[in-house]
């Protein structure tokens, strides 16, 4: 199981960086709705993911 970070867009544009196994729910820094949930591994992602950072 790779842990990585991932580039995800939300509904209003925003893109920010998280990590694919997160242990709570992640928000948009712009909009503040929610990004990813944890899932007790890979994270449940809720916005568009852009890219995979390295």
């Known amino acids: 199981m790779l842990s990585n970070f991932?580039?995800?867009?939300?509904?209003?544009?925003?893109?920010?960086?998280?990590?694919?196994h997160i242990t709570s729910v992640v928000k948009c820094s712009a909009c503040n709705e929610p990004l990813a949930y944890p899932a007790g591994g890979k994270a449940i992602i809720h916005g568009k993911v852009i890219e995979e950072l390295g």
């Open 6 to 20: 991932l580039k995800v867009q939300c509904e209003c544009g925003n893109e920010q960086n998280i990590f694919s």
